[in-house]
């Protein structure tokens, strides 16, 4: 499966790449800025550019951008991701002097995403840190993976299931990303309370 990882040159873009690399995926690390993408992807060992070239023949387009340009970010990639099947990753916060707080009230940006894209997308990994990407072993949690397309939710939950030592679990329609983005704030809030890197890990599987 090739990836394409649109803002891959941020932190957790980077530690993805590494990781989905390290597993034997073809990886192309996008940025805003061609030049910049080569020199993160070759430090990396992926190929990388420009988001344009990323997302071109790839088979799910990961948008690990920041919240704040993922909109804009997709906007302009309507075109070249065409009908490619999109993972949003990004969680939509407002960093407050209480703490760190969902950034809407209604809806979710993967939700919002899905109505500038005509591509399926899902949402996940949000519970997922780039510390934990880049650790020796794969974390001891479960991936969670949301979204209405069948063909998208399949593709993310794989790619899911190979970065945790726990499980992917399909956590139902893209509605639900609203709690899936939300819960990033409640880790953060966690991990600045207890200086841990939380996740998470659902209970009563078999």
Do not use: W
């Not at 009230?105 to 949402?123: D, K, M, N, T, W």
């Not at 991990?191 to 659902?202: D, E, Q």
Request: proline content about 4%; charged content about 25%; hydrophobic content about 45%.
């Amino acid at each position: 499966m090739k990836i394409a990882i649109v803002g891959g040159t941020g932190t957790f873009g980077r530690a993805l790449a590494r990781r989905l690399h390290g597993l034997g995926y073809e990886v192309f690390v996008g940025s805003r800025d061609a030049t910049r993408g080569r020199e993160r992807a070759l430090e990396l060992g992926v190929d990388g550019g420009s988001n344009e070239e990323a997302v071109k023949a790839a088979d799910l387009v990961v948008l690990a951008t920041r919240s704040s340009a993922a909109l804009d970010t997709a906007r302009s990639l309507v075109d070249a991701i065409g009908e490619t099947p999109v993972l949003s990753v990004a969680s939509d916060l407002a960093f407050t002097d209480a703490g760190v707080l969902p950034g809407r009230e209604q809806g979710s940006l993967a939700e919002e995403l899905s109505e500038i894209v005509r591509a399926p997308v899902a949402s996940g990994l949000q519970s997922l840190s780039a510390a934990h990407l880049v650790a020796p072993d794969p974390p001891d949690e479960d991936a969670l993976v949301c979204g209405d397309d069948a063909r998208a939710k399949e593709q993310a939950l794989e790619l899911a299931g190979r970065l945790v030592a726990g499980r992917a679990i399909d956590a139902g329609p893209l509605a639900n990303s609203r709690a899936l983005e939300a819960m990033t704030a409640v880790i953060l809030n966690v991990n600045r309370t207890y200086s841990v890197t939380a996740g998470i890990r659902l209970t009563g599987f078999p």
